[in-house]
């Protein structure tokens, strides 16, 4: 699996569980004014749905509601971007990934003037996250 993602940031820890990885995530996002509103478990998901196995993967929506408020308010469409995507994946061999979206690549179709901030704040939140864990 490619780990070099242009629409991302990627993080590999070759010594920590999936388990403990997804323990520590909401406390780094938290100290960050992040918040997990959704958590989609894949795994669980795909097994109940389809009756397939699939390797452990978590879907959290984070949200830091300062940021997300802001930018409701310059934008009202721009919830259908919201909230920011963090997945935590089981690879072959335990190595565990954890990638979060990335915002300018997420924003950038908006084309809309005053973003940028908002962009780099979040940006650098989410970067802080991945390198705290």
């Known amino acids: 699996m ?3 993602i ?3 940031f990627v993080r590999v820890f070759e010594d ?3 388990a403990n990885v997804l323990e520590a995530l909401p406390e780094a996002l938290k100290k960050e004014g992040f918040g997990v509103l ?3 478990d894949v795994k669980a998901t795909l097994k109940k749905k389809l009756d397939v196995d699939f390797r452990n993967y978590m879907i ?7 940021l997300a408020h802001q930018a ?3 934008e009202p469409h721009i919830g259908l971007l919201l909230p920011c995507n963090v997945v935590v994946q089981e690879q072959e061999g335990g190595r565990i990934v954890v990638s979060m979206a990335d915002p300018k ?8 003037d005053g973003f940028d901030d908002l962009i ?8 802080r996250v991945l390198q705290s864990l």
């Open 105 to 112: 690549a997420m924003f950038n179709p908006v084309g809309r």
């Open 72 to 74: 409701l308010t310059r």
């Open 2 to 4: 490619n780990n070099d």
């Open 6 to 8: 242009q629409y991302g």
């Open 16 to 18: 920590r569980s999936f």
């Open 120 to 127: 780099e704040q979040a940006g650098s939140k989410l970067n």
């Open 38 to 40: 959704t958590e989609i």
């Open 60 to 66: 959290l929506g984070a949200c830091n509601p300062n």
